[in-house]
């Protein structure tokens, strides 16, 4: 089946083809490193990487960066603050970055380069573009000029004078045109700085992507990605230069995700409804923030409230017990054959590969997975379940869950291993007649969130 994906370059869906057959060359544009990120930034964080899971899922080879900025005003500004080195904040934020989203099941790029850490790919393309005549230096800054690279604006596909309209352009007198923005920017008293052919300076935010994407992808990407916010000024920028400095196609699919709103607002700083997930993740278990990230399609706008946080926790507990209780059957099943044609999963996993396909519908994916919870709670509760249909449901379900990221992490698996123990624990207690070992043990358990069950088929647990 043929994956098809919406290309904002193009404004339309188009069949996916990367320029090496069966190996994807991804680059996501990562955080600023200065906070914890925010929901927001959650999203393409996590949206990506289980698009990158499905291309792997269906046999490409991916190799997926992911940039850290490290070096940019806000960084400076937070160093200042707390009286400490630029670095310093950085290394704390990009420590925090790797354990919360490790806690969303996000999988770490194959790289993950540093601005600090690529200052010399960077000169050499600002170099490269003020030879070519695409850049011009004034006074220790480099500028491009927009105005050199004819197709500027076909990313956003915006009029030159709408541009200039609706942009936040970097107010100076140094600039040609309003829209030129800057490439190396002169060092300021007391900021960090590196040397270069026009003095001591620190790149623009736009450059470091485009060298650090060459470097390790090359001069044309199969798919670049990133929230919505940044088809202008951010990734149009991407185009203007290394297009202008390579002669060839930057990227031959664009991917952008939607906002998010915070309780139908549009979350903003400056409103102060922003929500870090630093904080989100010590309310509520981390899967079940991923599942209600992907339970609308990554274009569309998803609202954020408390409420909804709620209903995808119910969700995913659906999920998770039908795994659970295809498990616990599995010990009682009765060994045989299943009727392959009325017990068959393969149609409902065709309709989960017919929803990615369809630009990685993760919605629609989503309820192909919960038509097959139905179909295998239906074919538990018929009285005589037989090992092979159970085995054939639970490794579906265990199966897409992994596609989509929401099998269980680290952590969840050190509590599953500590609940086990103490279940034992408490087991052996009661056949020992040690009533009272055996209620301490049930009030531990309580106490980090677990309820047993005593069934026939032995204790089952699960969350609160």
């Known amino acids: 089946m043929t994956i098809r994906i919406y290309n904002t370059l193009t404004r339309q869906k188009e069949e996916f083809k990367p320029q090496e057959p069966g190996k994807v060359r991804m680059y996501v544009c990562g955080p600023t490193v200065y906070n914890y990120f925010h929901i927001g930034n959650a999203r393409p964080f996590l949206i990506f990487d289980v698009i990158r899971r499905y291309l792997q899922y269906q046999g490409f080879e991916v190799t997926y960066v992911q940039n850290f900025t490290d070096v940019d005003d806000k960084i400076i500004r937070v160093a200042k603050e707390q009286g400490v080195h630029p670095q310093v904040v950085a290394d704390r934020f990009v420590e925090a970055y790797f354990q919360d989203s490790e806690l969303l099941g996000i999988r770490k790029a194959d790289v993950h380069p540093r601005v600090t850490e690529h200052m010399q790919e960077i000169l050499s393309m600002i170099e490269e573009l003020v030879e070519k005549g695409y850049a011009y230096a004034v006074d220790g800054d480099v500028y491009f000029s927009t105005n050199q690279f004819t197709e500027y604006g076909k990313l956003s596909k915006q009029p030159i004078e709408d541009l200039l309209a609706g942009a936040r352009i970097e107010v100076s007198e140094k600039k040609r045109n309003p829209l030129d923005f800057s490439l190396w920017k002169a060092a300021k008293p007391g900021e960090v700085s590196w040397p270069s052919p026009w003095g001591e300076g620190r790149p623009g935010w736009h450059i470091e992507c485009s060298a650090m994407s060459k470097r390790y992808l090359g001069d044309t990407l199969d798919i670049h990605a990133g929230g919505h916010d940044l088809i202008f000024p951010h990734h149009e920028n991407e185009i203007a230069q290394s297009e202008a400095a390579n002669g060839k196609p930057f990227a031959r699919y664009w ?210």
Do not use: C
């Open 255 to 464: 991917m952008h995700n939607g906002y998010i709103n915070i309780n139908n607002e549009k979350m903003s700083k400056s409103l102060g409804n922003f929500v870090l997930v630093h904080d989100l993740v010590q309310q509520y278990e981390p899967r079940v923030i991923r599942f209600f990230l992907l339970s609308a399609h990554y274009r569309n706008p998803i609202n954020f409230s408390n409420d909804l946080i709620e209903q995808a926790a119910i969700g995913l507990e659906r999920i998770d017990t039908a795994i659970s209780n295809l498990n616990h059957w599995l010990t009682a099943a009765e060994k045989g054959d299943s009727d392959s044609k009325e017990h068959n999963p393969a149609s409902l996993l065709a309709k989960f590969i017919e929803a990615m396909n369809d630009d990685f519908n993760t919605a629609d994916a989503i309820a192909a997975v919960f038509e097959l919870v139905r179909e295998a709670n239906s074919h538990l509760h018929s009285g005589n379940p037989d090992s092979t249909t159970v085995e054939m449901y639970r490794d579906a379900l265990v199966e897409l869950s992994d596609v989509l990221g929401l099998g269980s992490n680290q952590q969840e698996d050190e509590l599953a291993e500590e609940v086990e123990r103490l279940i034992e624990e408490r087991s052996l207690a009661r056949k020992n007649r040690d009533f009272k070992k055996a209620d301490e043990i049930r009030d531990r358990l309580v106490a980090m969130g677990i309820i047993l069950e005593d069934t026939q088929q032995g204790v089952r647990w699960k969350r609160k």
